[in-house]
């Protein structure tokens, strides 16, 4: 790519319901107008492709002279290929030669498109410019229907090493008589209040209702309890000095941080809560394509980069 100071990437970030996109500035990681759009009412390949490009052209890449694009997907996700093996997620994106695709659109050489898995983009645009700024050794969760984790070591994304569970994945590891995802998960949250009154409720929703419904309360609570055995237990040997919350139940962090705390007890990490919020994976995306001048950042989900606890 360019020239650090005169670079532009056009950052996509792939969610369960909708697409968003945005021109990242590679000076300081500052974002342009941001642009979403659910997915396609029509199930195909080529309607996500045409709808990625429309995004492109709203975000207004034509015209301010971005080159190349860089997406965070979820997994699972061949990034090195550009071909998504998710079945259960856009499963009419399933060996689809997404890179290819989108290249052909704007006219970039296969090349300029890259991808990223979306927890990893979510903690490199923390570590870039939101809550994990200048931070050592960080941990990224990010908190919805499931659980997504990531780790930094000086910026840079790690898979292995002294306290990083393989992959850099935590939400199948076992906890409990089952894995971590059973209790750490907004479907752990509402399946709590489930057993408690036998009614269904969305998370949003309860997080809404605390005021008046101590059921809700406390499935927060057993929610926050989980989560803090959780780091303390299982991530204990990263030594982070920082550990970000993101995700859509982050935003009703103040029902469970309280019993984070009481688990990590004077452990001296930081707990914080997300800074970017919704624009943390567009800003990754940006780090990611800046930091790296030899190619592709496979480091993220797909690879393993050793490193030392020191």
């Not at 971005?66 to 997994?75: D, E, I, S």
């Not at 890259?114 to 923390?126: I, M, P, V």
Request: charged share 20%; hydrophobic share 45%.
């Amino acid at each position: 790519m360019a020239d650090l100071a005169e670079s532009r990437v056009l950052a996509f970030d792939v969610g369960g319901s909708h697409v968003a996109a945005a021109v990242c500035c590679g000076e300081d990681f500052r974002l342009g107008t941001v642009v979403s759009a659910p997915h396609p009412a029509a199930h195909t390949s080529e309607a996500f492709v045409d709808l990625l490009f429309g995004l492109g052209v709203k975000a207004g890449v034509c015209c301010d002279g971005a080159m190349g694009a860089m997406l965070a997907v979820p997994g699972p996700f061949d990034l090195k290929a550009g071909v998504s093996r998710m079945r259960h997620k856009l499963p009419y994106l399933y060996g689809f030669d997404l890179r290819q695709a989108l290249a052909a659109c704007f006219g970039w050489p296969p090349s300029e498109v890259r991808f990223l898995n979306d927890a990893d983009a979510y903690l490199l645009g923390e570590v870039g410019a939101g809550a994990a700024r200048g931070f050592h050794r960080a941990v990224g969760l990010t908190l919805g229907t499931g659980i997504g984790s990531a780790f930094a070591v000086e910026g840079r994304l790690v898979t292995g090493g002294p306290g990083v569970p393989s992959g850099g994945e935590i939400w199948n590891l076992p906890y409990q008589g089952g894995i971590v995802e059973d209790f750490v998960s907004a479907r752990a949250i509402a399946g709590n209040y489930e057993r408690r009154t036998g009614i269904k409720r969305e998370v949003v929703d309860l997080a809404g209702a605390v005021s008046s419904d101590q059921a809700a309360v406390q499935a927060f609570q057993e929610f926050g309890q989980h989560l803090g055995e959780v780091i303390r237990t299982l991530l204990g040997g990263f030594h982070a000095d920082v550990i970000v919350l993101g995700g859509g139940v982050s935003r009703s962090a103040q029902l469970f941080l309280p019993a984070i705390e009481a688990q990590l007890g004077d452990s001296p990490a930081q707990l914080r809560v997300s800074a970017l919020k919704d624009e943390a994976a567009l800003v990754g995306c940006g780090v990611a394509a800046f930091q790296s001048d030899d190619g592709p950042p496979d480091a993220g989900k797909s690879a393993s980069v050793e490193t030392s606890a020191a």
